[in-house]
């Protein structure tokens, strides 16, 4: 069904649908166009892809342009960037011979979504709105599954590889969440304490996630890195 003439009109009008929304009405339209192309994702066993080269190309370029006008105007919804990390792991294997500016693209989102959760969790304090760790986790697991994404289309592409080999903010910000999910002291705090208990599942996850990574961290960066003089929450069991 997912090779048939209708069911990639869908995914050409779902796109369309996209590429229609302004980078100003993305936080409002966003969402939903995204969860529908996501939705007509192909099987990732298959040879099946999402959008031709060239749909895909546009797409990822008029994500990117909602990226850089979120970024400018300090609006990172979480939920938004959650369903743009999704779109760009399933386009990926379509695009993944392209050099430049799409791979830049995601790139920066990756670095970006990275760098964003590794400031709150360096300074849990700051004047952040009600934007707790749990609802950040999802943007983690999307970020660091489309990293994953990327190292497996690097065994089979030297361009992307090389690309990747680049990444040197990515691979240590992935470094440093390691260092902030390893565990730690419990709180005498009990809001914060029962918030670790209720997302310790999916942050074991993310910490699987993040392990798969670490091979790929240069032994300069880890040579580099400055452990939390305390760790911030009580992950992972048999972790203390």
Partial sequence: MQ???????????????????????????????????????????????????HRARFVIQHLGSWQDYL?????????????????YNIIAPVIQSESGGLWAKIFDFIEDTLEEVCLFLGDRNRADGQVTLEDRLPLVNTSLKLVQHVISLTSSNKGLLAQWENQSKVKSSVLELFTQCQGGVQSTDESTTTEATSISAPLNLIHTSILNILPEVEDEQMAKISLPKVRLYPILPGHD
């Avoid at 990172?76 to 779109?87: K, S, Y």
């Fill in 3 to 53: 090779d048939s003439p209708a069911y990639e009109k869908l995914q050409s009008r779902w796109a369309n649908a996209i590429l229609g929304i302004k980078p100003e009405n993305a936080t409002t339209k966003g969402i939903t166009a995204l969860r529908l192309l996501v939705s007509t994702a192909p099987d990732p066993e298959t040879s099946s892809i999402l959008l031709p080269p």
């Fill in 71 to 87: 970024y400018q105007e300090e609006d990172m919804d979480n939920e938004l960037f959650v369903w743009i990390g999704e779109a």
